[in-house]
């Protein structure tokens, strides 16, 4: 009984002296880097790669800012589609475009799935509604390219609606664009691999509950179906005037900084930083004809291809 006692004493020490990791919250680096010594202030050790990735996403945001205001003096419409796979880095990266934007003329649409009324609608229309105003930027976390990979997988649309929209969407966009709306389009690229470590890491931490999903392990299991339905995507949607840009993400750091890297070079306005500082890294944003391209060269050997 004694015993007993003891081990179940040990076991509770055990669980309470197990420690909690604590991450801290970005930008918190950068903020204390020169503060001096004091009695009530503790060192704390980061990355030297994480004080950096800080440094450069504050010079990002305030680029982002200078355009918010030159596209309010200008009304120009900007619009960002963001898709990929589930676990891609999609919604962080536009956590980090939005942060220290003024939210009057900034917005994210992120659509549930269409009520029995919308379902009988124009596929665009429940879209429509959502395009930016004169001076807005609106960010598109998932967009109509729903019906080119997630609803035929999952069954949530027919082989003829599916062929129908990938006919129709370039004709869509180019009316965007002929009607004065800045549109890109970004397709985050994660490995399986990677993929597969964000699921799992969702199970174990509280702060990322609400993004566990049912259908995380069908993402897995229908990897390769997806593959094809992305090249499907990519061929009949990669336009000379609304290009894909391909976003890899396994780094979720790197594809911020360079996502918004992409947008800013390619817009012009006021008291811009030197262009040198802009130029995306080549390794992480990938022009759409280059998807393309690698996907041709090894569609048969699935296990070459990128997310």
């Given at each position: 009984?004694?015993?007993?006692?003891?081990?179940?004493?040990?076991?509770t020490k055990?669980?309470?002296?197990?420690p909690?990791?604590?991450?801290?919250?970005?930008?918190?680096?950068?903020?204390?880097?020169?503060?001096?010594?004091?009695?009530?202030?503790?060192a704390?050790?980061i990355?030297?790669?994480?004080?950096?990735?800080?440094?450069e996403?504050?010079s990002?945001?305030?680029?982002?800012?200078?355009?918010?205001?030159?596209?309010?003096?200008?009304?120009?419409?900007?619009l960002?589609?963001?898709?990929?796979?589930?676990?891609?880095g999609?919604?962080?990266?536009i956590?980090?475009?939005?942060?220290?934007?003024?939210?009057?003329?900034?917005?994210v649409?992120?659509?549930?799935?269409?009520?029995?009324?919308?379902?009988?609608?124009?596929?665009?229309?429940?879209?429509?509604?959502?395009?930016?105003?004169a001076?807005?930027?609106?960010?598109?976390?998932?967009?109509?390219?729903?019906?080119a990979?997630v609803?035929?997988?999952?069954g949530?649309?027919?082989?003829e609606?599916?062929k129908?929209?990938?006919?129709?969407?370039?004709?869509f966009e180019?009316m965007?664009?002929?009607?004065?709306?800045?549109?890109?389009k970004?397709?985050f690229?994660v490995?399986?691999e990677?993929?597969?470590?964000?699921?799992?890491?969702?199970k174990?931490?509280?702060l990322k509950?609400?993004?566990l999903?049912?259908?995380?392990?069908?993402?897995?299991d229908?990897w390769?179906?997806?593959?094809?339905?992305k090249?499907?995507m990519?061929?009949e949607s990669?336009?000379?005037?609304?290009?894909?840009?391909?976003?890899?993400?396994?780094?979720?750091?790197?594809?911020?900084?360079?996502?918004?890297?992409?947008?800013l070079?390619?817009?012009?306005y006021?008291d811009?930083?030197?262009?040198?500082?802009?130029?995306?890294d080549?390794?992480?944003?990938i022009s759409?004809?280059?998807?393309?391209?690698?996907?041709?060269k090894?569609?048969f050997?699935?296990?070459?291809?990128?997310?």
């Amino acid at each position: 009984m004694a015993d007993e006692k003891k081990k179940k004493t040990e076991s509770t020490k055990t669980t309470a002296e197990k420690p909690i990791k604590v991450k801290l919250l970005e930008g918190t680096a950068m903020k204390n880097m020169d503060k001096k010594e004091k009695k009530n202030r503790c060192a704390v050790w980061i990355k030297k790669a994480t004080l950096d990735y800080e440094i450069e996403l504050k010079s990002m945001q305030i680029e982002i800012m200078k355009l918010q205001k030159h596209m309010k003096a200008t009304g120009m419409r900007v619009l960002a589609l963001f898709e990929g796979r589930d676990a891609a880095g999609k919604g962080g990266t536009i956590k980090r475009i939005t942060a220290f934007l003024n939210p009057r003329s900034t917005r994210v649409v992120a659509l549930s799935k269409p009520s029995d009324k919308e379902t009988t609608q124009w596929y665009f229309q429940r879209y429509a509604p959502h395009l930016p105003a004169a001076g807005e930027l609106v960010l598109f976390d998932r967009s109509w390219y729903n019906r080119a990979m997630v609803e035929p997988v999952m069954g949530f649309c027919t082989d003829e609606q599916h062929k129908r929209f990938l006919k129709d969407v370039p004709l869509f966009e180019e009316m965007l664009i002929k009607d004065g709306i800045l549109l890109f389009k970004f397709y985050f690229s994660v490995s399986k691999e990677e993929q597969a470590r964000r699921f799992e890491s969702r199970k174990h931490d509280l702060l990322k509950q609400y993004k566990l999903s049912p259908v995380d392990n069908l993402a897995q299991d229908l990897w390769d179906t997806y593959s094809v339905k992305k090249f499907q995507m990519l061929n009949e949607s990669n336009r000379t005037l609304t290009p894909w840009t391909i976003i890899r993400s396994d780094n979720k750091k790197r594809a911020r900084i360079n996502c918004m890297k992409h947008i800013l070079s390619n817009i012009d306005y006021e008291d811009k930083i030197d262009p040198e500082k802009l130029i995306p890294d080549p390794e992480i944003v990938i022009s759409g004809i280059e998807e393309i391209k690698h996907m041709e060269k090894n569609l048969f050997e699935p296990e070459q291809l990128r997310g």
